[in-house]
Nanobody
Framework: QVQLVQSGGGLVQAGGSLRLSCAAS????????MGWYRQAPGKSRELVAT???????IYADSVKGRFTISRDNALNTVYLQMNSLRPEDTAVYYC???????????????WGQGTQVTVSS
């Protein structure tokens, strides 16, 4: 099977920076789109950013110009560099990957364990 293990996150003051990492491991054939989502208390999970294998990216309007998503295809790892953080960025951040396990003709959606990001004002 495929596992996504996240690292990074924590507490930072407004205007500060944090970096999240997420590594996909296990019996993987192909990792397609990887991305980050977040869920604030009382709110639905929302897209933060995604990145395709070729490097094309999509960002939520709320993070454009402040967050940068990148990936290392050789390591099946995706990163999220978060700069100029705001209190409204406070949420649990989840890594996501569309991956095809070895021996499978189909791809599946996988999620990381989530990591708390708290931005104090």
């Amino acid at each position: 099977q495929v596992q996504l293990v996240q690292s990074g996150g924590g507490l930072v003051q407004a205007g500060g920076s944090l970096r999240l990492s997420c590594a996909a491991s296990g019996s993987i054939s192909i990792v397609n789109v990887m991305g980050w989502y977040r869920q604030a208390p009382g709110k639905s999970r929302e897209l933060v950013a995604t990145i395709a294998t070729g490097g094309s990216t999509i960002y939520a309007d709320s993070v454009k110009g402040r967050f940068t998503i990148s990936r290392d295809n050789a390591l099946n790892t995706v990163y999220l560099q978060m700069n100029s953080l705001r209190p409204e960025d406070t949420a649990v951040y989840y890594c996501n990957a569309d991956a095809i396990p070895l021996g499978s003709p189909l791809g599946y959606d996988y999620w990381g364990q989530g990591t708390q990001v708290t931005v104090s004002s």
